[in-house]
């Protein structure tokens, strides 16, 4: 919507402004000396943002968003199961220390002593033999968890791993035997 308006000043220059919200021009009309007008003419730029303007930029903020959410949770999930792939498979850091154990002791731990007897002397093995040269992981039992914050499950010897021990994770869903489980065995 045009708008104008006109204001006399002191002096005899008459101020006119024309324009809508977006652009207003403003003129001054002045008396020369010779009895001429002259006019000068001056820009006012606004500052700010308009309503349209800053709804337009939000939905483009939440469309981008509609898009980049999920396919980021689907990544947060793909990387945590490629976290739990590369701690249980067998150049993974437990893989690893459940090698050293059985370097130390000749043996893996059994399905009793858990991944317990990577932090703590199992009672089965004699404290002066000098075979336990553990704890074999940093931290805690309490600390060794999946990235779904469950415990890794172990049994050895393995079902899967004969001559092994199986290690796995419950997964996403934290229900053991589903489709989702990480384990450090392959199928039959």
């Known amino acids: 919507m045009m708008r104008m308006r006109c204001a006399r000043r002191h002096g005899g220059s008459v101020d006119l402004t024309v324009g809508d919200n977006a652009k207003v021009r403003r003129f001054r009309l002045r008396a020369g000396q010779s009895g001429e007008h002259e006019m000068s003419r001056r820009v006012v730029r606004r500052t700010g943002f308009t309503l349209i303007e800053v709804l337009m930029v939000a939905a483009i903020l939440a469309l981008l968003a509609a898009f980049a959410v999920p396919a980021l949770m689907g990544s947060t999930d793909e990387a945590k199961v490629n976290i739990c792939k590369a701690e249980i498979g067998h150049s993974g850091s437990l893989a690893q220390s459940l090698d050293k154990y059985r370097f130390d002791v000749g043996r893996y731990p059994d399905t009793q002593e858990g991944l317990e007897a990577m932090y703590i002397r199992p009672s089965s093995i004699d ?3 000098g075979r336990w040269k553990g704890p074999y992981l940093k ?3 309490e600390e060794l968890r999946d990235p779904w914050d469950q415990e890794y499950r172990y049994r050895a010897p393995g079902e899967f791993n004969e001559k092994m021990y199986d290690l796995w994770s419950i997964g ?10 990480v384990k450090n065995w392959v199928e039959k």
């Open 127 to 129: 404290e002066d033999s």
């Open 139 to 141: 931290g805690s039992i």
């Open 172 to 181: 996403p869903d934290g229900r053991d035997g589903t489709d989702d489980d």
